[in-house]
């Protein structure tokens, strides 16, 4: 499956333990991630500035960089989020063509559905790709 997963379950997932570390740590390699700049800037913003883990220390996150597609995406024609930044979540799915978006946003959850993306929790997320 073609997935974009936003940075709040990527973080998540490799700071604690629970169902985001489930997630990235067992069913990422499974599937088709997407990757943009914009997600890659801000997954490396977010584990830097807020948390004072560096990016080099991660062996995951190069690995994690390295086997995602890399895709550039346009701005949305019609802003779908409150927040912008969501709304380059939302665009880099549509440059991939990904089938869905795993977010723990719910800002984005809301959403449901945008332009043919399903957006998943990380519990829908692995009731859908692994049965519940």
């Known amino acids: 499956m073609r997935l974009v997963f936003d940075t709040n379950v990527i973080v998540a997932g490799l700071v604690s333990e629970g ?4 997630v990235v740590e067992m069913h990422l390699p499974d599937h088709a991630a997407i990757l943009s700049r914009f997600l890659r ?3 490396v913003e977010k584990l830097e500035g ?12 190069d690995l994690y960089r390295r086997h995602a597609t890399s895709v550039e995406p346009q701005p949305l024609a ?9 709304d380059w979540v939302l665009a880099t799915a549509l440059a991939g063509q990904a089938e869905a978006i795993v977010t723990g946003d719910s ?6 559905v945008d332009q043919g993306v399903a957006i998943l929790s990380p519990r829908q997320f692995l009731e859908v790709s692994h049965g519940p």
């Open 107 to 112: 800002d984005v959850l809301a959403l449901g």
């Open 78 to 86: 019609n802003p779908a989020c409150r927040d912008p930044d969501d």
């Open 41 to 43: 800037n801000e997954l």
């Open 50 to 61: 807020k948390l004072g883990l560096a990016a080099e220390d991660l062996p995951w996150l």
């Open 19 to 22: 169902l985001c570390h489930e």
